[in-house]
């Protein structure tokens, strides 16, 4: 059986790394998921420990300027949790075009992140 898809409405609370940020979440019905940590599908970015730090810190801060305090659209890819207890998703934001953009996808093409199957 083919896993399903949610979108959710969101609001990005906190960012961490250029690939993690953490989430509240509209389940609707007046029903939220705070503080949940969101794992960017299809990439990685660079880690801010180690000899990757000015990397990952210049890949998180440029995560932040993108989409931090910010309403995006969440669509999940499982409906379960990771190996490091994050959801894996995809985050949607509208531009001022009414163009929806991938987040993942602009990480990659602004050079802060690299494409990476799990």
Request: proline letters at 2%; charged letters at 30%; aromatic letters at 10%.
């Amino acid at each position: 059986m083919k896993s399903k898809l949610y979108h959710y409405r969101s609001i990005v609370r906190f960012v961490y790394d250029g690939d993690t940020c953490t989430l509240d979440i509209d389940l609707g019905l007046g029903t939220w998921a705070h503080n949940e940590k969101i794992r960017l599908a299809r990439i990685n970015a660079p880690e801010i420990r180690g000899k990757e730090r000015p990397l990952g810190l210049e890949s998180r801060d440029f995560l932040r300027n993108l989409i931090a305090e910010k309403e995006i659209i969440l669509e999940t890819i499982k409906d379960k949790k990771g190996k490091y207890g994050r959801y894996i998703g995809e985050i949607w934001l509208i531009n001022t075009k009414d163009e929806w953009l991938n987040v993942s996808d602009i990480m990659v093409q602004q050079g802060h992140a690299r494409y990476q199957s799990y």
